[in-house]
T-cell receptor, first 112, second 115 residues
Framework: RKEVEQDPGPFNVPEGATVAFNCTYSNSASQSFFWYRQDCRKEPKLLMSVYSSGNEDGRFTAQLNRASQYISLLIRDSKLSDSATYLCVVNGLSGGSYIPTFGRGTSLIVHP | DGGITQSPKYLFRKEGQNVTLSCEQNLNHDAMYWYRQDPGQGLRLIYYSQIVNDFQKGDIAEGYSVSREKKESFPLTVTSAQKNPTAFYLC??????????????FGPGTRLLVL
C-alpha cells in the first residue's frame, strides 16, 4: 500500500474554474503536511503548508482531516499559469528527523 | 543569491561507468537529501544527511553512494551497480530545528541518461 496517494489526473479545467485535489496518507503518526508545485521538467517548489485548522493563501485553500487521513487543495478562479503538477507531501518523524514522503502528483491543465 | 545548485544539468553515462552528481547549497542548511524521479512517478528518497559526516539510506539506496564532508556539499555517485539509472535526480536541503514545519528547498535537478 502506497504511503501517500493522489489521483494522477490530469484535471482539465477552463480558466476561472474551481478545482480540488485530494491526497490520502496511510501513516497515522504523520506530523505535518505540505503541497508543492512542480512545473514540467523543473524542480518542486513549496506552495503551502497545511494546518489542522485549514489555511488560505489567495486563491489557494488547504485542508487537513486527520481522522480520515487526507488533505486537500482547492484552487479558485484557475489561471493558465496554474497548469502544473501538484505534489502532496507528508512529513513523518524517523530517528529524530522529519522525513518527507511525496505523492506521485496530480496534473492540472487549465485551458482558455 | 542563496540557493541550491546542481551540476551538470544533463549527464550521460556509459555501461559500467560510475558518475557523480554535484549538489551545493549556500543556505547554511543542516540537512540535505537526494531524490530520484521517474516519469509519472513521485520522488523517491535515495540518501539523506542530517549533519556533516553522517548520512542515512533512503528507500532506494542500492547502487548509489554519497558523502557529506562539508555542510554545503552532498555529492551523489551513481555506480555501475545501479542497473536502471536513467532518471531526473533532485537534491534538496532543509533547516533542522523547525519542528514539524521543516520544509525542503530543491535544486534544479540533473537528468541522467544511459547511452
Amino acid at each position: 500500500r502506497k504511503e501517500v496517494e493522489q489521483d494522477p489526473g490530469p484535471f482539465n479545467v477552463p480558466e476561472g474554474a474551481t478545482v480540488a485535489f485530494n491526497c490520502t496518507y496511510s501513516n497515522s503518526a504523520s506530523q505535518s503536511f505540505f503541497w508543492y508545485r512542480q512545473d514540467c521538467r523543473k524542480e518542486p517548489k513549496l506552495l503551502m503548508s497545511v494546518y489542522s485548522s485549514g489555511n488560505e493563501d489567495g486563491r489557494f485553500t488547504a485542508q487537513l482531516n486527520r481522522a480520515s487521513q487526507y488533505i486537500s487543495l482547492l484552487i479558485r478562479d484557475s489561471k493558465l499559469s496554474d497548469s502544473a503538477t501538484y505534489l502532496c507531501v507528508v512529513n513523518g518523524l524517523s530517528g529524530g528527523s522529519y522525513i518527507p514522503t511525496f505523492g506521485r502528483g496530480t496534473s492540472l491543465i487549465v485551458h482558455p | 543569491d542563496g540557493g541550491i545548485t546542481q551540476s551538470p544539468k544533463y549527464l550521460f553515462r556509459k555501461e559500467g561507468q560510475n558518475v557523480t552528481l554535484s549538489c551545493e547549497q549556500n543556505l547554511n542548511h543542516d540537512a540535505m537529501y537526494w531524490y530520484r524521479q521517474d516519469p509519472g512517478q513521485g520522488l523517491r528518497l535515495i540518501y539523506y544527511s542530517q549533519i556533516v559526516n553522517d548520512f542515512q539510506k533512503g528507500d532506494i539506496a542500492e547502487g548509489y553512494s554519497v558523502s557529506r564532508e562539508k555542510k554545503e556539499s552532498f555529492p551523489l555517485t551513481v555506480t555501475s551497480a545501479q542497473k536502471n539509472p536513467t532518471a531526473f535526480y533532485l537534491c534538496a536541503s532543509s533547516q533542522r530545528g523547525q519542528g514539524d514545519q521543516e520544509t525542503q528547498y530543491f535544486g534544479p535537478g540533473t537528468r541522467l541518461l544511459v547511452l
